[in-house]
């Protein structure tokens, strides 16, 4: 069959057809048949238990030394980088380098520091520690006489920016006397282990900027001032540079003064290593209920003791998958027995006023779709908390109990 | 109409093809010939392919809404044998099942101290097509019969959401993949030369089943409907939902009787008469988003057509007219409630070539009332079809 003409202008009238103007307008009617409800679930069900594990502030933003509020802080370990790009390390060997000075920098936020009260600073190629895991118990007869003691630092206060605001107070080691030692080939074990430590047990303390404060701005730093001469038949450049190498972990040490988990009141103290779990219960209505349904938001609200916690205190509520060990008031655990998710359901908040509200929104709905188990939570005070504060829950007050706000969706 | 029951049915959208006028039974595209009646199927004296395409509009007057679209409505091909038999496959629209719902209030939920705007809403997308397999077979020169094996097949998606402070909202959607087969039986007489009379009955073999899957809630965060990777909770954490046969969504019986009389060998008078039952059962797991299901129906529709003259060589004599009048009534299943429609059509085709291709231009009119709403729905379509002819399996003379 041809295409004539004719069939052509039919085919270009239908084409027209395909123009016709199409229009969707939603119409308004009674919707009393839908199925789909919002409705509000609370539940009061909710219990803690307060557990200690032995702290580690490897994730602090400071650097503590000497005593405060029942916690020691016997020792600082600072471990310097070997840069992988450039092992400046290595210019302290070079002998088209000529070294002028090596210097180490720690930075304080106290205008007014003074030398008498700043710790002594001992050096070891040798000695390890974990900044996520070590703890006093790994340091519990450490004595420093095998170091090399570098002495107390030169203080340079009252560093200003462009405004005449204080930035911070540097502490100066000179490490000129470590040179061999910080790049000794011979040794092949080499990782340039720093400790600070008060030289007598008196009640001096101090805080430093760690790593974690602000990247390579006042990390922990060890600067090396070099020169070097470039000759010609007429000339002789002479040249003077400077080369920073930060600190690849930092550490204080935190031996905190107790013996047992004090049950009668629950709280959390990161300096403490004073942690706890809650148990939230749901009775077989509200899991009936919860079933298909879409959580719109589901709020956890503990009261507060505002007598004796600190305000503005970041709360951790992490979700347990499983446990490591049973719970034991009268046990100091090594490394925290309840195994949680942590992200996506791990959740964090600041105390606000007399109350801790978090949303628990995304686990609870996993739990809805059998993701996930309700085991319970670990609530832990956040590293970047300052060890020697702690919140504490009020849960003696019958008018306001702990308890979650759930409003769902279902069908 | 959308929203009740499986949809709105193509049958009671005005007309079905351009070139069938009102009628369905009745001939109206040629002189003996209905194409959406297989038993004047074997009157064709070439094989026709046949293609019907429809701008529908309805527009409700109180709320002045107005929803409009347009589709292809009818796709035919005719292959007649010998004059006595006939063979032909047929696809179409069936019911078309597009609306979204608004609820007429917004309502305050107060959740804990917080105050929430919720407005619910419904709604469907998608629809069921008709695939017709038939033929005919001339017992006598005044009997013949005719059948089609019509399959239903189609999907749609359903959603309810309550939307939040006019912001975000929550979502259920579900899915429904639809197979049903139907049987039509046809029969025409004629029991004088100038007068005829058609039959048929449409059965059901296998009720409209659907394989419904409901999905997991969701917050959708931009009202797309979409349930994307970013929205609450996240589509990775969901587990697949089994599929649920639901039976007997749509189990439709339906008489039809027709009869024309001729006069003047091009003019016709025709009246038809449908009835319709739908023995559907209500499903607990899908919701119908009007809460009503049209259970019984009956129209009728008379009808002039005018046929053109094969042996005039005046252009005015190659031309089809049809004017034809139109009722029906709907009966729903709750609240005692009913739908009527009046309907006016008027219709051109234009017939060329002496193998008779044919190109047709409808305009169907209506005006619908519905008991249980204050309202009236006026209903306007046009449809444009072209039906080309031309002899198949038969060998050309080669030149």
Redo the contacts between chains.
């Keep these: 069959?041809k295409i004539r003409p004719?069939?052509m202008k039919?085919g270009v009238?239908?084409l027209c057809?395909?123009f016709?103007?199409?229009?969707?307008?939603?119409?308004?009617?009674?919707?009393n048949?839908?199925?789909?409800y919002?409705d509000?679930l609370l539940i009061n069900d909710v219990e803690f238990i307060n557990y200690l594990i032995y702290p580690t502030l490897g994730s602090n933003e400071k650097l503590y030394l000497g005593t405060k509020d029942s916690i020691d802080i016997p020792i600082t370990f600072i471990e310097m980088e070997t840069p992988s790009y450039i092992n400046y390390w290595g210019y302290l060997e070079d002998t088209n380098y000529t070294i002028d000075s090596i210097r180490l920098l720690l930075f304080s936020n106290d205008s007014s520091l003074e030398q008498e009260s700043t710790p002594h600073l001992y050096f070891s190629p040798d000695s390890h520690f974990n900044e996520n895991s070590s703890n006093h118990l790994d340091f519990d007869g450490l004595v420093l006489s095998d170091w090399i003691d570098v002495g107390k630092p030169r203080i340079k206060e009252n560093i200003l920016d462009t405004s005449n605001t204080f930035l911070y107070s540097q502490l100066i080691w000179s490490l000129d006397t470590l040179k061999d030692a910080l790049y000794d080939t011979s040794d092949s074990n080499l990782v340039r282990t720093f400790a600070l430590q008060f030289p007598d047990e008196n009640s001096s303390f101090i805080e430093l900027f760690s790593e974690e404060a602000a990247s390579n701005v006042t990390d922990p730093q060890v600067l090396i001032y070099y020169h070097f001469d470039v000759s010609s038949a007429d000339t002789t450049i002479y040249d003077t540079n400077f080369v920073t190498i930060f600190s690849s972990s930092d550490l204080s040490i935190i031996k905190p003064k107790y013996s047992h988990a004090d049950t009668s009141k629950i709280g959390l103290s990161s300096g403490l290593g004073l942690r706890a779990k809650m148990n939230i219960s749901f009775s077989a209505n509200d899991l009936l209920l919860l079933d298909?349904?879409?959580i719109?938001?589901a709020?956890l609200e503990i009261p507060i003791d505002t007598t004796i916690s600190d305000s503005g205190y970041k709360i951790i509520i992490d979700p347990i998958k499983n446990y490591s060990s049973e719970y034991d008031p009268s046990n100091i655990f090594l490394n925290d027995p309840y195994l949680s998710y942590g992200l996506p359901y791990r959740v964090s908040n600041n105390t606000n006023g007399q109350n801790y509200v978090v949303s628990l929104?995304?686990y609870f709905?996993?739990i809805v779709?059998?993701?996930v188990n309700n085991i319970g939570y670990k609530i832990v005070g956040d590293d970047k908390n300052s060890p020697f504060l702690s919140v504490w829950f009020d849960l003696n007050d019958s008018t306001k109990k702990p308890q979650i706000?759930i409003?769902y969706?279902?069908? | 109409m959308n929203g009740f029951g499986i949809g709105h049915l193509y049958q009671n959208q005005g007309i079905e093809a351009a070139h069938s006028g009102v009628s369905y039974l009745v001939p109206s595209f040629q002189r003996e010939v209905s194409l959406s009646n297989p038993s004047t199927w074997q009157n064709l004296k070439y094989t026709f392919l046949s293609i019907s395409y429809a701008g529908n509009e309805s527009h409700l007057n109180e709320l002045k809404n107005t929803n409009g679209y347009s589709i292809l409505s009818n796709a035919s091909w005719i292959l007649p044998i010998k004059s006595k038999y006939s063979f032909g496959v047929v696809l179409s629209p069936y019911a078309d099942q597009r609306i979204e719902l608004v609820a007429q209030d917004t309502l305050l939920f107060i959740a804990y101290g917080d105050s929430l705007q919720t407005l619910k809403t419904i709604n469907r997308s998608g629809g069921l097509m008709s695939f017709k397999l038939g033929g005919s077979y001339k017992l006598t020169d005044r009997l013949s019969l005719g059948t089609t094996f019509n399959i239903l097949f189609g999907s749609s998606r359903f959603s309810e959401s309550i939307n939040f402070n006019m912001t975000n909202s929550a979502i259920q959607s579900s899915r429904v993949k639809y197979n049903g087969f139907l049987n039509q039986l046809f029969l025409s007489y004629k029991p004088t030369k100038s007068s005829n009379f058609y039959f048929s009955f449409e059965s059901t073999i296998k009720s409209l089943e659907g394989a419904f899957q409901k999905k997991t809630l969701f917050e959708d965060y931009d009202n797309n409907m979409y349930h994307d990777t970013y929205e609450f909770p996240n589509p990775d954490s969901l587990n697949l939902i089994s599929e649920i046969k639901i039976k007997n969504l749509h189990s439709p019986s339906t008489y039809r009787f027709g009869m024309k009389k001729t006069f003047n060998m091009r003019s016709e008078f025709s009246l038809e008469l449908k009835a319709f039952t739908d023995a559907y059962k209500k499903s607990g797991f899908t919701i119908i988003p009007l809460n009503n299901s049209i259970n019984r129906s009956v129209s009728q529709n008379i009808s002039y057509q005018r046929f053109p003259d094969d042996l005039s060589f005046n252009i005015l004599d190659r031309f089809t007219t049809r004017i034809g009048l139109s009722s029906l009534k709907h009966f729903l299943e709750n609240e005692n409630a009913s739908v009527t429609e009046l309907g006016f059509l008027i219709g051109l085709g234009y017939k060329f070539k002496p193998i008779g291709n044919q190109l047709d231009l409808s305009f169907y009119y209506g005006r619908r009332s519905y008991t249980k709403y204050d309202d009236q729905e006026l209903v306007r379509q046009v449809q444009l079809s072209t039906s080309i002819a031309d002899l198949w399996f038969v060998k050309r003379r080669q030149k």
């Design positions: 069959m004719f069939t039919i009238a239908i057809a395909f016709w103007h199409c229009s969707e307008e939603p119409l308004s009617s009674e919707l048949h839908s199925t789909l919002l509000t298909g349904a879409l719109k938001s709020n929104k995304d709905q996993n779709l059998g993701n706000k409003v969706v279902s069908f």
